[in-house]
């Protein structure tokens, strides 16, 4: 199975299953890293902006319409494919 098995693990080497294992483990030590900042700068900017946005009713209706918008975009390309 050619497409199952990645490319950079031969089927003569010796340690077949560290060819798997620290690939693996590898992404799955960037993912934390990369998801958990991702996670601890959208909860910062949600608490600030949240705070503002709570004070300001001229920023809640810009952050709705914007977020609205993004939503609407996201939705645009789907309905317009022809598959």
Excluded at 13 to 26: E, I, N, S, V
Excluded at 35 to 53: E, I, Q
Aim: net charge positive; charged share 15%.
């Amino acid at each position: 199975m050619p497409s199952f098995f990645p490319q950079f693990a031969q089927s003569g080497a010796a340690r077949k299953t560290g060819a798997f294992l620290l690939p693996g483990l590898t992404f799955i030590v960037m993912s934390t890293f990369r998801n958990s900042a991702t996670a601890f700068v959208a909860g910062t900017l949600t608490l600030r902006m949240g705070a503002r946005a709570s004070s300001s009713s001229r920023l809640k209706t810009w952050l709705e319409r914007v977020i609205g918008g993004a939503f609407i975009g996201l939705g645009v390309k789907p309905a317009l494919s022809k598959q």
